[in-house]
């Protein structure tokens, strides 16, 4: 790896342009990868907006060599769309950082790398689309990562930006925690209906239950999680502004395609892994 390591992003929607933005501000900018040649990306915050200059690549064979730190912010739904993008730009040496949603991220992601360390993440802010075409960043970024060597490189990618990373030796835990947070969000996509639902008594306890049911199987997945946390979990959501969304609900108001499984259908497969009867999943999913 060079001095000055290279780095690429595949997928610059509301994730990916949020990271694309704060490393923009380090001066880093990373090459931009997607499906749309947009321009430019913008990222509203409340302090202000930064502008990456494009252009968006649309077509990997303009990747003459592989990168240093390759970020992956797609849906796991368009991952085999950008398998033509992680050939181009993986090899051995890269580190492949996935920016994504579920415990499943390196198996989802090991077989297009060509032979890169996939290190999976978890995002811990809210970030949306907005109607024209910019994002608004609606907290503070925060990332966590497994204390890994691997992860040093993310590290010192994202240092001084405004993106805040924390390394955790029980990254298993800290992955099963959101992902129970990204189910339970699956009840605004059944009720088509924002963060405000959470604040009816009817829709707590559905959802308190659903909670507790996910904690079952994933401390049989070994996460050492505490039973105070479907509370937690809850009241995040019955604080939140009520206009809060997902990205879950807002691909099913536009009709695309859902990450159902990886968010809901993975309790289902785990509980009957594992024998834990999961009713409400079976109902959800």
Not at 9 to 29: C, F, K, N, Q, S
Request: aromatic content about 4%; charged content about 25%; some cysteine.
């Amino acid at each position: 790896m060079s001095d000055h390591p290279t780095i690429a992003l595949i997928g610059p929607g509301a994730i990916g342009t949020t990271i694309a933005a704060v490393l923009h501000d380090a001066g880093r900018t990373p090459l931009l990868c997607g499906r749309t040649a947009h321009p430019e990306l913008r990222l509203r915050y409340d302090e202000g907006e930064t502008v990456v200059p494009g252009p968006v690549f649309t077509d990997p064979s303009v990747i003459t060599r592989p990168a240093d730190l390759v970020f992956v912010a797609v849906k796991t739904t368009q991952n085999s769309d950008s398998a033509g993008w992680l050939r181009a730009l993986c090899d051995e040496n890269t580190v492949v950082c996935a920016l994504q949603n579920g415990v499943e991220q390196k198996a989802q992601l090991e077989p297009l790398v060509s032979g890169a360390t996939v290190l999976p993440s978890v995002v811990w802010f809210p970030a949306q689309r907005e109607p024209d075409a910019s994002v608004w960043l609606r907290a503070k970024p925060r990332l966590t990562l497994p204390d890994a060597p691997q992860a040093q490189r993310v590290v010192e990618a994202l240092r001084d930006t405004r993106c805040a990373v924390e390394l955790s030796e029980d990254f298993a835990t800290v992955a099963w925690r959101k992902l129970l947070q990204n189910a339970v969000a699956g009840l605004m996509v059944l009720a088509n209906r924002r963060a405000g639902m959470f604040r009816r008594e009817d829709v707590s306890e559905l959802a308190l239950a659903y909670l507790r049911e996910g904690l079952t199987v994933a401390r049989a997945e070994g996460a050492k999680l505490n039973d105070d946390v479907a509370q937690e979990i809850l009241a995040n959501f019955q604080r939140a502004p009520v206009d809060l969304g997902t990205s879950i609900l807002a691909d099913r108001q536009a009709d695309r395609p859902m990450e159902w499984d990886i968010r809901n259908g993975v309790i289902q497969r785990y509980g009957r892994k594992h024998g834990i009867a999961v009713p409400i999943s079976d109902v959800v999913v």
